[in-house]
């Protein structure tokens, strides 16, 4: 049984940064996203990675503020945000899947981490 343990999160004012992480007991799967969450929506999606080959995917109001990259040795992935802004408040959710290839359906990954809160105040 796969478990993704995340850390990281919290409170930063706008135009801040912080950091997420999401450790795998095992590496089970091809790629790794993160989504987010927002109170009374829907859960989104926010970047991909792929584990093997390091391909990487984002969406369009998260390009060139958020990174997502993974530490093979140490089975994370993780997801850095600069700029933050208030519209990026939400609990952000580390997901990942077997099949290969970007899915930025949150319908199609299997395991899931437990969420962590980032929130941005202006």
């Known amino acids: 049984q796969v478990t993704l343990v995340q850390s990281g999160g919290g409170l930063v004012r706008a135009g801040g940064s912080l950091r997420l992480s999401c450790a795998a007991s095992?590496?089970?799967?091809?790629?790794a996203a993160w989504f987010r969450q927002a109170p009374g929506k829907d859960r989104e999606f926010v970047a991909w990675?792929?584990?093997?080959?390091?391909?990487?995917s984002y969406a369009d109001f998260v390009k060139d503020r958020f990174d997502i990259d993974r530490d093979i040795a140490k089975k994370t992935v993780h997801l850095e945000m600069t700029s933050l802004k208030p519209e990026d408040t939400a609990v952000y959710y580390c997901?990942?899947?077997?099949?290969?290839?970007?899915?930025?359906?949150?319908?199609?990954?299997?395991?899931w981490g437990q969420g962590s809160q980032v929130t941005v105040s202006s």
């Open positions: 997901a990942g899947r077997i099949p290969m290839g970007l899915q930025t359906n949150v319908n199609e990954y299997f395991y």
């Open positions: 990675i792929d584990w093997r080959d390091r391909l990487r």
């Open positions: 095992e590496v089970a799967f091809s790629s």
